[in-house]
């Protein structure tokens, strides 16, 4: 009866399973799970960082983050179409992140500025340089993309909507000071502005034997409203 016995307890010597673990000193989970726990935050982090992975709910925020992330990207928006940069050659790269907001509010506030500037039917005035502004950005969208141009839809209707910043200033300037001459010399700065501003991403945009029937619509369109800020008083 002892021999086998001592083979029995020879044989359990002789698992691996005995050489690194026993009864008296378990395995510790804690470092196990602090392990986990470390490299499942570093690869959320990674994912945020790169761009991938669910974006972050909006729906729960702060009213003013909303507004101020909104405003954020208003103004990144206009430095990149109105203003000298870099990436003006490349619209591709600029108007990534496009908006409708920016564009709405310029021409809001365009149309509020020819009504104020009129002496009578200050309605429809608003009514008239409202529409000519939304349908005149719909119109020739549409005229870019029968064109055959590689533009998104809405992408282009922002674009648009931005160049309409400098006659916005120009259209508040005549409201403060009534000269005819100041307001000519106004309107053709502002218009000569908006051009320059829409140029690079229309003629991008399309085939280069196209340009111009992409590029005088969108002229055309910034005329009409300089006539409007210079005939309305």
């Given at each position: 009866?002892?021999?086998?016995?001592?083979?029995?307890?020879?044989?359990?010597?002789?698992?691996?399973?005995?050489?690194?673990?026993?009864?008296?000193?378990?395995?510790?989970?804690?470092?196990?799970?602090?392990?986990?726990?470390?490299?499942?935050?570093?690869?959320?982090?990674?994912?945020?960082?790169?761009?991938?992975?669910?974006?972050?709910?909006?729906?729960?925020?702060?009213?003013?983050?909303?507004?101020?992330?909104?405003?954020?990207?208003?103004?990144?928006?206009?430095?990149?179409?109105?203003?000298p940069n870099p990436f003006r050659e490349d619209p591709g790269k600029a108007l990534r992140d496009w908006?409708?907001w920016g564009p709405f509010f310029f021409i809001v506030f365009l149309g509020l500025t020819l009504s104020?500037?009129?002496?009578?039917?200050?309605?429809?005035?608003?009514?008239?340089?409202?529409?000519?502004?939304?349908?005149?950005?719909?119109?020739?969208?549409?005229?870019?993309?029968?064109?055959?141009?590689?533009?998104?839809?809405?992408?282009?209707?922002?674009?648009?909507?931005?160049?309409?910043?400098?006659?916005?200033?120009?259209?508040?300037?005549?409201?403060?000071?009534?000269?005819?001459?100041?307001?000519?010399?106004?309107?053709?700065?502002?218009?000569?502005?908006?051009?320059?501003?829409?140029?690079?991403?229309?003629?991008?945009?399309?085939?280069?034997?196209?340009?111009?029937?992409?590029?005088?619509?969108?002229?055309?369109?910034y005329v009409s409203v300089g006539f409007l800020i210079i005939a309305i008083d």
């Amino acid at each position: 009866m002892p021999q086998p016995r001592a083979i029995h307890q020879q044989d359990r010597s002789s698992v691996p399973f005995e050489l690194g673990f026993s009864s008296r000193n378990p395995p510790s989970q804690s470092k196990f799970e602090k392990m986990i726990k470390r490299s499942s935050l570093k690869g959320s982090n990674n994912i945020a960082s790169s761009g991938f992975g669910s974006p972050p709910n909006t729906l729960t925020e702060p009213v003013w983050d909303t507004v101020k992330r909104d405003l954020s990207r208003i103004v990144s928006n206009l430095k990149l179409v109105v203003f000298p940069n870099p990436f003006r050659e490349d619209p591709g790269k600029a108007l990534r992140d496009w908006d409708l907001w920016g564009p709405f509010f310029f021409i809001v506030f365009l149309g509020l500025t020819l009504s104020w500037s009129a002496s009578v039917k200050k309605s429809e005035v608003f009514a008239v340089a409202f529409a000519l502004l939304a349908a005149g950005a719909v119109i020739l969208t549409l005229n870019v993309l029968l064109l055959g141009g590689h533009i998104i839809f809405f992408q282009s209707l922002s674009l648009l909507g931005y160049c309409l910043f400098p006659l916005d200033v120009g259209a508040l300037i005549c409201l403060m000071k009534d000269n005819v001459i100041l307001k000519i010399v106004v309107v053709c700065i502002t218009l000569a502005w908006s051009s320059w501003a829409a140029y690079p991403f229309m003629s991008m945009a399309v085939n280069p034997r196209r340009k111009a029937l992409a590029l005088y619509p969108v002229f055309l369109m910034y005329v009409s409203v300089g006539f409007l800020i210079i005939a309305i008083d």
